[in-house]
């Protein structure tokens, strides 16, 4: 790589899929696809699956090859903080927290970030996931120079229910 000239990453490069080591695949596939909606689009017995959202080969590995009947790793570890579930429309947002509230799963919290909204839980093995949306960028906020000024702030989830 040239000193002079840094090479940063193709602009149109995606994160495409997300593969998690889980203790009960039945119990995550229960999570994933009974209240988030995923689709099981391919299956290695009882070992493996893979889950998607609109026909794509797969949001989601899951499996149990280095984990099955495992515990979480303890809090204060390295790993994986969340994974980040972007839904197309606010009211596709809002349809997950009526899911989720009907399901009986608690939020860890739930967040306005200026350019998004998100929705903060626990899946069945304490991984961290987010659902969100994202706002336009035209509404993005930003400072006088224009630069990207995130923030967080709580999450009227009364107004984002009457979405659904």
Not at 48 to 53: I, V
Request: hydrophobic content about 35%.
């Amino acid at each position: 790589m040239n000193s002079e000239t840094p090479s940063l990453i193709a602009p149109g490069v995606r994160i495409g899929h997300v593969h998690l080591k889980v203790s009960d695949l039945e119990r995550s596939l229960d999570f994933y696809c009974g209240v988030l909606g995923f689709e099981v689009t391919q299956r290695y017995g009882s070992q493996a699956a893979f889950l998607s959202a609109g026909g794509y080969h797969h949001h989601i590995g899951l499996n149990t090859w280095e984990s099955l009947g495992a515990d979480p790793p303890p809090t204060p570890s390295t790993g994986l903080y969340h994974l980040a579930i972007l839904y197309p429309t606010r009211a596709d947002l809002a349809n997950a927290l009526d899911r989720l509230q009907r399901a009986g799963i608690p939020l860890d919290g739930a967040a306005d970030h200026g350019v998004s909204e998100a929705l903060y839980l626990r899946d069945p093995d304490q991984n961290g996931v987010e659902l969100y949306v994202d706002r336009p960028q035209e509404l993005w906020p930003r400072d006088s120079d224009g630069k990207l000024e995130m923030f967080t702030r709580p999450l009227d989830l009364a107004s984002l229910l009457a979405e659904s």
